[in-house]
């Protein structure tokens, strides 16, 4: 499966949604998922994602492994999301900050 990693929080471009041929993303106030089960590993969104958050889940980096878990945990709670909207207003100047789970949004 692929997993969405820190950065995409306060970011949510949500380019990656358009090319899911599985429509497998879920959306939350300020950060997007992908439900492990339905992820088909196509490998589409990876490139598509404008703040390199994507990871297929056996390159997910050393300090993000809790992303894994918490792409499952939310993709169960949260709305299937299909098409691109707005990224969130002061996504440029959130890309690439560190630490970022602390201002995750539930
Ligand atoms: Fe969807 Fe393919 Fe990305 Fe999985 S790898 S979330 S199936 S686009
Ligand atoms: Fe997030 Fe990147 Fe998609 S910022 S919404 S994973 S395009």
Do not use: M
């Not at 950060?31 to 056996?58: G, K, Q, R, T, Y």
């Amino acid at each position: 499966t692929f997993v969405v990693g820190e950065n995409c929080i306060k970011c949510k471009y949500t380019d990656c949604v358009e090319v899911c041929p599985v429509d497998c993303f879920y959306e939350g106030p300020n950060f997007l998922v992908i439900h492990p089960d339905e992820c088909i590993d196509c490998a589409l969104c990876e490139p598509e994602c404008p703040a390199n958050a994507i990871f297929s889940e056996d390159e997910v980096p050393e300090d993000q492994q809790e992303f894994i878990e918490l792409n499952a945990v939310l993709a169960d709670v949260w709305d299937n999301i299909t098409e691109k909207t707005d990224p969130l207003p002061d996504a440029e100047k959130w890309d690439g900050v560190k630490g970022k789970l602390e201002q995750l949004e539930r």
